[in-house]
């Protein structure tokens, strides 16, 4: 079983920046594909980044792309997710999720296996 604990939401500005963290523990941390999801209300959850195990680049949403970076650390189990110029749209629960190494980028949440319990961010126009 590999737990999830995401921090770092908050209320922010528009045009601000956060940093949301995800901290994982139980399970070897670098065999998992790691990705952000997001819930705003009455909607669905929806794709917003993905990480393979190496770290490398990552892939995005085009309503996030050029302002998120997603980011990983294997030796500190952790995968984080820069937001930058935050939209009023951006407000939403983001959820950290973890899937099985794979060797291209997941996009569907069905396809993740384990998740954290959400964080909360607003952006405030």
Do not use: H
Not at 71 to 87: E, F, G, H, I, P
Not at 95 to 114: E, F, K
């Amino acid at each position: 079983q590999l737990q999830l604990v995401e921090s770092g939401g908050g209320l922010v500005q528009a045009g601000g920046s956060l940093r949301l963290s995800c901290a994982a523990s139980g399970r070897t941390f670098s065999s998992y594909t790691m990705g952000w999801f997001r819930r705003a209300p009455g909607s669905e959850r929806e794709f917003v980044a993905a990480i393979m195990w190496s770290g490398t680049n990552g892939a995005y949403a085009d309503s996030v792309k050029g302002r998120f970076t997603i980011s990983r650390d294997n030796a500190k189990n952790t995968v984080d997710l820069q937001m930058n110029s935050l939209k009023p749209e951006d407000t939403a629960v983001y959820y950290c999720a973890a899937r099985p190494i794979s060797n291209y980028y997941v996009r569907v949440a069905g396809q993740y296996n384990y998740w954290g319990q959400g964080t909360q961010v607003t952006v405030s126009s």
